[in-house]
């Protein structure tokens, strides 16, 4: 393995604060819990490997990993616990709970992982970015995984990214980007009911236009928005200052000048009281 570091922004680089022989490195994470401790992991000698460095690079030290099998093509650490530490490999999902020093196959139904990714505000929540089975997550820490590709082709995910903990971007091999915004995509199966909180639909499923009912408890401004499975914006059926009680608004249907797909959209009330969410079902 060969590991470069830069402590002048990338301007120049130390090569090769570590070196070792008939290796590859094929992963590097940084842990954030741990400010000066970061990870890499390949394969070395025909065998698995993974190195941690505490002091920013200057020295490492190979961890023991045992129980872990094939080499490891991505690395998490979770913010919350640091002796947490989730590995992808060529054979699956595997989780250490003592730094390294022994890691456990947490699931016989992933295969090949490409990509980990842990929510830094939500670290219990994890995804995987698999070799052919599109994306996982598990919500408990990695006891338990369901896949998670509504709207995503099971395919290979190459690699994962959040921001703000509003999107996750999905990159393929060959089938271009993909986002979830969890401002209207909510966790779960495509049939699991969404809590609608005081909001009405119907008809649902739906072959056009719908109907919006909702409350809001207040005098203000509210606004009505309609997004698809992919997170963008496909109407905004009422958007303006709203009298206290209820009230009902529609949507024609209509996605740029033209009948809106079949699948599934979710409809948003945003007023001074947040934003509620509402499943809408969509057939043509």
């Known amino acids: 393995m060969a590991v470069s570091r830069s402590t002048d922004g990338g301007t120049t680089w130390a090569r090769d604060t570590l070196g070792t022989s008939s290796s590859y490195v094929y992963s590097l994470a940084l842990s954030p819990g741990a400010p000066g401790t970061a ?24 961890l ?8 490891p093509y991505s690395i998490a650490v979770r913010p919350d616990n640091p002796a947490v530490i989730f590995a992808g490999t060529g054979s699956g ?17 992933i295969g090949y992982v490409k990509s980990v990714l842990v929510d830094p505000s939500s670290p219990s929540t994890v995804y995987l970015g698999t070799g052919s089975q599109g994306v996982y997550r598990s919500t ?27 999107f996750i971007y999905a990159g393929t091999n060959g ?6 915004y969890y401002g209207v995509g909510v966790g779960g199966s495509e049939v699991e009911p ?18 919006i009912a909702f409350e809001t408890a207040s005098a203000g401004e509210v606004s009505v928005r309609v997004y698809d499975i992919q997170g963008r914006l496909v109407a905004t059926p009422a958007s303006g200052s709203f009298s206290p009680g209820g009230h009902e608004v529609a949507w024609d249907g209509i996605f740029e000048g033209a009948p809106a797909p079949a699948g599934v959209y979710f409809v948003t009330v945003s007023d001074s009281d947040g934003v509620r969410t509402g499943r809408l079902v969509l057939v043509r």
């Open 64 to 71: 023991t990993a045992a129980g872990l099998v094939n080499w």
């Open 39 to 62: 990870y890499v992991g390949g394969y070395e000698n025909s065998q698995p490997a993974i190195y941690r460095t505490t002091d920013s690079g200057v020295t490492w030290t190979k």
């Open 140 to 166: 408990d820490g990695g006891s338990g995984w369901s896949a998670f590709n509504t709207g995503l082709p099971e395919t290979c995910v190459n690699c994962l990214a959040i921001s703000n903990s509003q």
């Open 175 to 180: 089938g271009a980007t993909y986002r979830w």
């Open 194 to 211: 969404i809590a609608t909180d005081g909001i009405s639909i119907w008809p649902c499923p739906a072959f056009s236009g719908v109907s």
């Open 93 to 109: 999902i595997f989780r250490s709970t003592d730094s390294g020093a022994s890691f456990t196959k947490v699931s016989s139904s």
